[in-house]
């Protein structure tokens, strides 16, 4: 209904995420799937979103690690990662 929800949900996916799939955090420690929901009450403009639409997004969450590609392709500079267009490392 409005993007503050979208965000909020965004959000809210992204620690989902960081909580299920970091290796430092215990497995009964884990947030299950009735934790998200609650977490996620009342954030679409006072109401919920519909259950099934946050079972699913746990679902492939838990399923799947969100993980970034690089493409060398769609580095338009040219640069390595890591390299400034100095040549010189942006790594320090």
């Known amino acids: 209904r409005s993007p503050d929800a979208a ?4 959000f809210s996916i992204i ?3 960081t909580d299920l799939h ?3 955090i215990r497995e009964d420690k884990k947030m ?12 679409n403009e006072g109401e919920d979103f519909p259950r099934s639409l ?12 969100i993980r970034m590609l690089y493409d060398p392709h769609s580095n338009p500079d040219g ?3 890591g390299e ?4 010189g490392s942006l790594r320090g």
């Open 7 to 10: 965000f909020t949900l965004a």
């Open 15 to 17: 620690m989902l995420h």
């Open 22 to 24: 970091n290796s430092a």
């Open 32 to 43: 299950k799937l009735e934790e998200f929901i609650r977490n996620n009450r009342k954030i």
């Open 54 to 65: 946050l079972e699913q997004i746990y679902a492939s969450i838990k399923t799947e690690q």
């Open 79 to 81: 640069l390595e990662l």
């Open 84 to 87: 400034s267009e100095g040549g």
